[in-house]
């Protein structure tokens, strides 16, 4: 009997044991501790929706801890979670960031893992891809249904095309593969840095049913040259850091072996309720603090910012000298946590250093005039765009200096 149409959940890059109180956010101590336990839950909601819904099997590809060799706990946890799904089969294919290796956490051999004590065993329902080299299994309880998958080991380079010693897929049922791997070209990279490299035309030869992919934080399909659909990022369920705007999801993947697969078949699910928000705004011309709120204001309303999210704002251009604006107080209560990056701003100097330099001044002139003279020369004398920014920055820092005594970096 053929392989009916089956229902397969998706869940990836989850990175717990991150650092969250560090990077731009700066979260303090007790929203860090607060976003931890939110993290965990996130793992915790995809064990209750697996137990009630009962998807074929359980596809990891990657990231589910943020080292290979993660704190007790947090591995303690993700057992303890994990094997609460059972009987449904678990397919785990280790990322760059939790790597296989002798000492990692998925090593049931490791020093880590046999030094747990009493501490729970990975189920025999979990299927941890192990070998450098992919490996195909079958998926127990579903015939047909197979899984292919790589871990990732720490001595790889990041640029080893994950593809590479991959063999086309088996020659009939369901046919699974499981990695993790940056689609060049994938249009929702954002900031994630691109490492195991892959083509569409390289996942496209291999003619597998359909790909779980792993590694960019933003959910989406992954289509052929064609516009073949041939598997999807079920994206971070979790956001971690600045980078994560547009993470917070998994997937829901409905499959036939006898049909196309369509974008319709790709469900994804919001797990984490607050988002974050990267906010850029230009405070030139603004020159009073009913303007620059109303701005800002704006602003929030665009981005659709709720009062459970977090945004780091980053102010750029000239803030008009004499004008109060605090946004990091103003919105603290209105917002989960607001971060503020004021070092872009550029002081109210009205200065032109395009403008042609007149003659020299005279000995009546001030320490300031004599400053802006001398500047303006080196900058009609210089001779590339960084060199011309460079003295426009030195002006700035030298007006610091002689108006206010202080130097405000930038």
Not at 340 to 358: G, I, K, N, R, T
Request: charged share 20%; with cysteine.
């Amino acid at each position: 009997m053929g392989v009916e149409r089956v229902r397969i959940a998706q869940f990836s890059d989850l990175h717990l044991g991150a650092s969250l109180s560090g990077g731009k956010l700066a979260l303090p101590q007790a929203k860090a501790d607060k976003r931890r336990s939110e993290q965990r839950q996130c793992l915790v909601r995809l064990a209750a929706h697996v137990r009630e819904t009962r998807p074929a099997l359980l596809l990891i590809p990657g990231d589910l801890f943020d080292s290979g060799e993660p704190e007790i706990d947090d591995l303690n946890f993700v057992i303890n979670t994990l094997n609460t799904m059972a009987p449904v089969p678990v397919f785990i294919a280790p990322g760059n960031h939790d790597s296989y290796a002798p000492s990692s956490g998925y090593n049931p051999h490791s020093a880590l893992y046999q030094g747990r004590g009493s501490g729970p065993k990975w189920g025999s329902h979990i299927r941890i891809f192990s070998a450098e080299q992919f490996e195909t299994a079958p998926v127990p309880g579903h015939a047909g249904i197979t899984v292919t998958g790589v871990a990732f080991h720490r001595h790889r380079p990041d640029s080893h095309r994950v593809l590479a010693d991959l063999a086309r897929a088996p020659q009939s049922g369901l046919r699974i593969l499981l990695f993790h791997g940056a689609l060049e070209n994938y249009p929702r990279a954002g900031a994630d840095k691109a490492v195991l490299p892959f083509t569409a035309a390289e996942l496209e030869r291999a003619d597998y049913t359909y790909a779980a992919v792993g590694h960019y934080h933003r959910g989406g399909p992954v289509v052929g040259e064609h516009g073949r659909l041939l598997g999807a990022y079920a994206g971070a369920p979790f956001a971690c850091s600045l980078n994560d705007t547009g993470a917070g999801t998994w997937l829901d993947v409905e499959i036939s072996p006898q049909e196309p697969l369509k974008e319709a078949a790709l469900h994804w699910h919001r797990c984490d309720d607050r988002a974050i928000h990267a906010l850029e705004m230009d405070v030139t011309g603004l020159t009073d603090s009913t303007e620059l709120g109303r701005r800002l204001d704006d602003l929030l309303a665009a981005a659709r910012a709720g009062a459970r999210d977090l945004v780091h704002l980053t102010l750029r251009g000239r803030l008009a000298r004499g004008v109060p604006f605090a946004p990091a107080e103003a919105l603290g209560d209105r917002f989960f946590h607001v971060a503020v990056d004021a070092s872009a701003l550029e002081p109210d100097h009205d200065v032109d250093l395009a403008a042609e330099p007149a003659g020299e001044p005279g000995l009546a002139a001030t320490g300031q005039e004599l400053f802006i003279w001398r500047m303006r020369q080196l900058y009609h004398q210089a001779t590339s765009d960084e060199e011309r920014h460079r003295i426009q920055e030195a002006l700035c820092y030298g007006l610091d200096a002689l108006t206010s005594g202080e130097i405000h970096l930038r």
